[in-house]
């Protein structure tokens, strides 16, 4: 790979740690793990993405911001490809992301709850608190403001916040 593709790629990777979530602000899509690779094909900058699920209604405002600040800096030819499979899962999530959806007021997946929050919540394992930490809480609505959130309320500082659902 020439020094000139890989520059490119790393400055458009720098740029996509810029383009946040519509959905959830304090995080980019790169925190998010949506996007896959990017790509330069002579002079197309390409950038691989998958989505939280199919579906995702903001899918369209993503590729909108990634094509934004790609050409705000540069970049004439862009194509974005959306690729399903394999499906995105919340361990694509950086560490630094999980920690900024707790300092949001969210409690993030972790690894120990990588099944459905259903199932969890049926076994008896608590999602912890982002404001207290504690785990004693309970699920109050499996749907929140989006569809990759459920409502959670703890017992303890009496709270409600949203669980970023695992995938």
């Given at each position: ?20 979530d ?13 996007v896959?690779?990017v ?5 197309e900058?390409e ?8 579906g995702?209604?903001a899918m ?21 490809t959306s ?17 900024k ?23 008896g ?16 609505s ?9 409502m ?16």
């Open positions: 790979m020439n020094n000139a593709i890989t520059i490119s790629k790393k400055k458009i990777w720098k740029l996509l740690e810029q383009v946040n519509p959905e959830v602000p304090v995080l980019s899509i790169i925190d998010l793990g949506i896959r690779d790509k330069i094909n002579n002079d900058a950038v691989i993405i998958t989505p939280t699920y199919s995702c209604p369209d405002m993503i590729k909108m911001n990634i094509r934004m600040a790609l050409l705000q800096h540069g970049f004439q030819k862009i194509k974005i690729i399903l499979s394999p499906a995105w899962t919340t361990d694509w999530m950086s560490g630094h992301g999980k920690e959806l707790k300092s949001f007021g969210i409690a993030p997946p972790t690894s120990k709850q990588q099944v459905c929050h259903t199932e969890l919540f049926h076994e394992e608590a999602i912890q608190c982002p404001r207290c930490n504690s785990y004693n809480t309970r699920l109050t499996q749907f929140g403001s989006i569809a990759c959130k459920a959670y309320q703890c017992n303890d500082c009496k709270e409600p916040f949203d669980y970023f659902k695992c995938h």
